[in-house]
């Protein structure tokens, strides 16, 4: 098959329906028990941020194992905007980084990836300049605080401007320097976009409190296959001893955890024996510690692959999100769809992102019972969910709500496929070969309830409880 250079935003031939007129939804006809086994893809926040740092490299690259999605194509639309090429072949990107023609990301391509977010640190390293647009306001406590603050330790000037993050590094060789950095918080994306900027920096960087997450770990095993000098990768401290370059690699990015952990979930709630691969078993510990809890088993079928046996009856318990090893945040809709059918009342604490329990209205409109204090979700088990016409508010909660309608009784029409192209490759299908009863179609848009109670926006990160408020 031959390459595809990666040039519209509709790449993933998803139908587009003209928004005046119809609208994608999915359909799904709960109750039907699923089996078989389903392929996991490679890891969506692998795949954005190793992309990103192909920048560094002064070679081509090529990644494997990367997902058909939404926001990948998009990152793929800055880095052609920097002059990059990139080219897809199936699951496998060709990138040529050689030649960086511009330092200026486009504000109609950032606007629509956060994780564009991501380049400053490899541009700025590679190229001693980079004006990337920012639709959140860096100040004290927003979410590029911990990035900005950190290059600025390693030397780099960076101001916002109309709208416009310009990071610089002064002196003739608009090199950064090494240095010993604290982070407040174990951010993912600051601990990457340091680690990134640091492969290229004048001495050594010292990352402490660094961000654990295995896509964490997948990036920087990547810069290493590029040349970089890192050690303690997956550990809260990193050591980064700067080179002058880096050459280019052939790398496979790990399978999705959250994919994984989604698809145990589906499994779970329509009491299903399903097996996955393939995928690292310790990126799941939390994940499956709970489900454990909740009365189903998952069971290590070789070493990349698992199969889940669910329990007669989901037991009631309770999550809170936390940091890598703690449980991921990027499960937390899905597993509170399962509890709202538990047997008692649990209570749910979102501790990493302030404004993600959105999909609580919309699981309360199928006939869940969770009422929200703050950041904190209690949910009363109910005996059964009722589909119903719902909204994916940003990915996560979206595909909360293909759990819930997998299992509820009746049709659930899920609106918000925006949401979920970002970060699922092919799910209905996936779902339709284990015997879900899930179609992709348009609907007409006045047949669809409005919902001016449930914003357009996705959720937007707000100050997160560890930084002081306003
Ligand atoms: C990454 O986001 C992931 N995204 C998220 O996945 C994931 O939920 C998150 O890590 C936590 O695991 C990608 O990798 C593309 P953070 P990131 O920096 O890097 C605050 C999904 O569904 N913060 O660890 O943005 C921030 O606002 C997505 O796949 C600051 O305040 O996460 C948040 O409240 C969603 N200032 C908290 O820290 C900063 O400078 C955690 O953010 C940086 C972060």
Partial sequence: MEDKPIVTSNSVNQPTA?????EAVLEIW?????????????????????LA???????????????????????????????????????????????????????????RLRASFFIIGPLLARMGVARIPCRVVVRSGAPVELHVRGLQAMGADVHIDHG????????????????????????????ETLMMAATLADGETILENAAQEPEVADLA????????????????????????????TDYGIIPDRIE???????????????????IIP????????????MGSQVIAESPNRLRLVPGHDIQATDIQTLPHPGFPTDMQAQFMALL?????????????????????????????????????ALVQGVPMLSGAPVQGTDLRAAAALVVAGLGAHGKTTLQGLQHLDRGYERLEHKLIQLGAQIRRTTVNSQDLPDRPDVLESAAAPATPSFLPQG
């Fill in 18 to 22: 003209s928004p005046e007129a119809e």
């Fill in 30 to 50: 709960g109750q039907q028990p699923l089996s078989g086994h389903v392929s996991i893809s490679g890891a969506k926040n692998s795949a954005l941020v190793v």
């Fill in 53 to 111: 740092g192909t920048v560094l490299s002064s070679q081509p690259c090529r990644l494997r194992n990367i997902p058909n999605l939404m926001d990948i194509d998009r990152m793929a639309q800055v880095l052609s905007a920097l002059g990059i090429k990139v080219s897809r072949n199936g699951s496998t990107l060709d990138v040529d980084p050689s030649d960086i023609s511009h330092t200026r990301a486009p504000y109609d391509l950032v606007s």
């Fill in 164 to 191: 416009t993050v310009h990071a610089s590094v002064p002196g003739p060789r608009g090199r950064l320097q090494g240095a010993k950095i604290h982070l407040d918080y174990p951010s993912v994306g600051a601990t």
């Fill in 221 to 248: 095993n990547f810069c290493r296959a590029l040349g970089a000098r890192i050690r303690g990768v997956g550990t809260k401290t990193m050591t980064i001893a700067g080179v002058p370059s880096l050459h280019g």
């Fill in 260 to 278: 994984a952990g989604t698809f145990l979930a589906a499994g779970v709630i329509t009491r299903s024996e399903i097996s996955l691969s393939p």
């Fill in 282 to 293: 310790e990126h799941l510990s939390a994940v499956v510690a709970k489900l454990q809890e």
């Fill in 340 to 376: 709202t059918l538990a047997n008692g009342s649990s209570m749910i604490t979102e501790t990493v992102f302030e404004n993600r329990l959105r999909h609580v209205a919309e699981l309360n409109r199928m006939g869940a019972n969770v009422r929200l204090n703050g950041n904190c």
